[in-house]
């Protein structure tokens, strides 16, 4: 099912660009719940504290830094790479190749990105995974945003300088509507992935805010069927 919403069109896109995780493989596969369970072990191990204990602090982290990472680094000194090379250190089988949202893909004009929270290591396993990576020109990870996280503006601003994007000729599809904000002011065409209604999935209730904002021009539960609508309409 996709909701669909008065504003802004695709006729004008040149670059598109997705969120990797939960926006281009389904919230239910929970494979971002792994990664969950190894932030709280880290956090739990470096502050040396309770699960429970760290568990909200990771959260807290997490909502108020953008990712429990830069909060890690910024009250405690945490370095980037142990908590990257910890954190996404995790089973991605529970992937299965997607050949149609590959196909989709392929099939939409101009350049495709990545523009993630995440790191190089873990995007391109998920990419390969899926079946999807020779579709994506380049990724743009946390490492490159200088560990500045979305939906921090100066991540969009390092992101769009270093791959030449014109945000006035690109979409941005994500699973957090707060991370659509900046792009849509700066001029992007936004769609927010949100959660297949029939499916449990893990989240947080703030994170599943936002599909009603000004801010949001699309909404969809299904990425592929979206994207083969818009592919059709061409």
């Known amino acids: 099912m996709t909701e669909p919403r008065p504003t802004r069109s695709f006729a004008h896109i040149e670059t598109w660009v997705f969120d990797l995780d939960n926006t281009l493989y389904p919230h239910h596969v929970n494979l971002w ?33 953008g990712t429990t990472m830069r909060g890690m680094m910024t009250e405690h000194g945490v370095h980037a790479d142990d908590y990257l090379a910890y954190v996404h250190a995790i089973d991605h089988s529970p992937l299965e190749p997607n050949p149609e949202m590959g196909a989709e893909i392929a099939l939409l004009p101009g350049r495709k990105l990545i523009l993630t929270n995440g790191s190089v290591a873990h995007a391109g396993a998920v990419l390969e995974r899926l079946g999807i990576a020779s579709e994506f020109e380049a990724i743009f990870d946390i490492i490159a945003a200088d560990h500045e996280p979305k939906p921090a503006p100066q991540t969009y ?68 069927g979206f994207l083969a609508a818009l592919n059709v309409g061409r």
């Open 33 to 65: 719940q792994q990664v969950d369970d190894k932030i709280r072990d880290f956090v739990a191990t470096f502050l040396k504290v309770p699960p429970e204990q760290a568990f909200k602090i990771q959260k807290d982290y997490y909502k108020r830094y």
């Open 157 to 224: 601003d390092r992101f769009l300088k270093l791959h030449g994007v014109d945000p006035a000729k690109a979409a941005m599809f994500e699973d957090l509507s707060r991370n659509l904000v900046v792009p849509h002011a700066l001029g992007m065409t936004t769609v927010l992935v949100v959660p297949d209604g029939a499916k449990e999935v893990v989240r947080e209730d703030w994170e599943l805010e936002g599909r009603d904002a000004d801010f949001v021009d699309h909404v969809t539960d299904d990425l592929t």
